[in-house]
């Protein structure tokens, strides 16, 4: 769901189509007034109004719960991981621009938590950190992604997930059948709203639709697993 959304009842109206139309996990952002700060200034207005407090995370976690979904969120600093683990979050997600935050990731597992981290290189072709509560979401930061840059096939293997910054439902669907044991998508209520994320985002319709197609296929290759 990240951050498009206006106000915090729309947020759980998000937490639950995404539940409706198949999805098993809802993240957010948990970021701070430095990330609103360095933010572009017309943007700073929006991430400021949806910025997570201890209530609103409480708040939406709770919402999640009741409804069988989980809820999780990434954290863009170490106070934002105390915040989230106040509130018993059990999962986390590194973005991209930290993924070399030694700080922040140690700080995540010692606590015992699974944790995603988003990278554009694939584990197998760089110093990766090797932990079992990592899982790597192989992406490419450019909002959108041109699908001539992706070269999947080269990039994703068994083990690893994929992050998708386009708006495409084929994409995440090949991620999977390349191996992929995670999806993550943006989500938007529409693509006419102008969301932040608008651009890569998928609306729930084609969330549905990509459930449905990778259900589809794990049922047809289950016997070859």
């Given at each position: 769901?990240?951050?498009?959304?206006?106000?915090?009842?729309?947020?759980?109206?998000?937490?639950?189509?995404?539940?409706?139309?198949?999805?098993?996990?809802?993240?957010?952002?948990?970021?701070?007034?430095?990330?609103?700060?360095?933010?572009?200034?017309?943007?700073?207005?929006?991430?400021?109004?949806?910025?997570?407090?201890?209530?609103?995370?409480?708040?939406?976690?709770?919402?999640?719960?009741?409804?069988?979904?989980?809820?999780?969120?990434?954290?863009?600093?170490?106070?934002?991981?105390?915040?989230?683990?106040?509130?018993?979050?059990?999962?986390?997600?590194?973005?991209?621009?930290?993924?070399?935050?030694?700080?922040?990731?140690?700080?995540?597992?010692?606590?015992?938590?699974?944790?995603?981290?988003?990278?554009s290189i694939p584990p197998l072709d760089m110093q990766?950190?090797?932990?079992?509560?990592?899982?790597?979401?192989?992406?490419?930061?450019?909002?959108?992604?041109?699908?001539?840059?992706?070269?999947?096939?080269?990039?994703?293997?068994?083990?690893?997930?994929?992050?998708n910054h386009t708006p495409h439902v084929a994409v995440?669907?090949?991620?999977?059948?390349?191996?992929?044991?995670?999806?993550?998508?943006?989500?938007?209520?529409?693509?006419?709203?102008?969301?932040?994320?608008?651009?890569?985002?998928?609306?729930?319709?084609?969330?549905?639709?990509?459930?449905?197609?990778?259900?589809?296929?794990?049922?047809?290759?289950?016997?070859?697993?």
């Open positions: 769901c990240g951050v498009n959304f206006n106000t915090f009842e729309e947020a759980e109206e998000m937490i639950r189509l995404s539940k409706l139309n198949g999805a098993t996990h809802v993240k957010f952002q948990a970021y701070g007034k430095d990330v609103v700060d360095q933010a572009p200034i017309q943007l700073r207005p929006h991430l400021s109004s949806v910025m997570l407090d201890k209530e609103r995370v409480l708040r939406l976690k709770g919402y999640a719960d009741n409804l069988g979904i989980i809820w999780f969120a990434t954290p863009t600093s170490m106070d934002r991981v105390d915040l989230l683990e106040e509130c018993g979050v059990s999962l986390y997600k590194i973005r991209h621009k930290d993924s070399k935050n030694i700080k922040l990731i140690d700080k995540i597992l010692l606590l015992g938590k699974p944790v995603l981290i988003s990278t990766a950190r090797y932990h079992p509560l990592i899982t790597y979401l192989i992406c490419d930061p450019h909002y959108p992604t041109p699908l001539d840059t992706l070269h999947l096939y080269e990039r994703i293997h068994y083990g690893v997930g994929y992050s995440p669907f090949y991620a999977v059948t390349l191996g992929a044991v995670a999806v993550e998508v943006h989500v938007t209520p529409s693509h006419d709203r102008g969301d932040i994320d608008d651009n890569v985002s998928l609306d729930f319709a084609q969330l549905r639709q990509l459930v449905e197609m990778i259900n589809i296929y794990e049922e047809m290759t289950r016997d070859k697993k």
